[in-house]
């Protein structure tokens, strides 16, 4: 089984660098992390010509490096080997992705700034670019993990979602919840109404469920969690119902197939990515 050994974190130098740092060193001594990279990109292209003589004889990497030691000290307590990685590069995804690939990062874990004007460091492209698995943090999450949401579409693929809730569960109490959400086939409306489709598709759905959970042969409890995606998409759904909830983690896979449930399309998982979601989301690839 995967092993989360390395991670990468990525600095921007804006407000939320320090709930990353801590969150990283909360995920870090969770499961075991030997190793932290926290990575900040200088996009010098971006200095305005009104800056660029009072910053002609500032060495920006030594002060910004400076900067982000001091700031991983103060907020970095697990006991994983860390280390600030300071670089120029006109794209910061093709940076992440470099230092990805060259220190064989297992985790990856992003800022989600979609409550605030601009994109952050969070980027679609990277939910495509890396390899390895992402996870989004918000400025609200709480570094405490009692309430987990999987979602899956009963697919081989959203399987591997288990691998990490088994790593985040053990050791500690935790409860998890599977998530699925189905539709009924709009094709056959013309000929068969919704209504009386609903309840047969619903049997059909529990009776997926129960053998997927069966062929899973997980060691901790699963509690299922079903919804009906009839009058929304299955990220809508989502995104409502954790509202509702007490929900610490969002854990997906990044693809699926299922032909009931559109969550696994993959522009669901982009969706999700992309949202305004007030808790961490653990996309596995």
Known sequence: MKKIKNILVALDLSHLDEKLISYASFIAERLKAENVYFVHNIKKYEISELFEEHLKDVNLDEVIGDELNEKVKEHFKAPANWEVLISEDPYSESLIKYIAEKYSIDLAILGNKKHEKGTGVVSGKLLRLLRCDILAVPGAARESIKNIWAGTDFSQDSRKVFRVTKDLQEGHQVDLKVVHVYSVPVQFSPYVSPESM???????????????????????????????????????????????????????????????????????????????????LWVVK
């Open 198 to 280: 609903g309840p047969k598709v619903e049997k059909h759905v529990k009776e997926k469920f129960d053998k997927f959970l069966k062929k899973l042969n997980y060691s901790e409890a699963i509690e299922p969690l079903i919804f009906m995606g009839r009058e929304s998409g299955a990220a809508q759904k989502i995104i409502a119902n954790l509202r509702n909830s007490e929900v610490d983690m969002l854990v997906i896979s990044d693809k699926g197939g299922n032909t009931f449930s559109p969550f696994a399309v993959g522009t669901v998982t982009e969706e999700l990515f992309n949202a305004n979601l007030d808790v961490p």
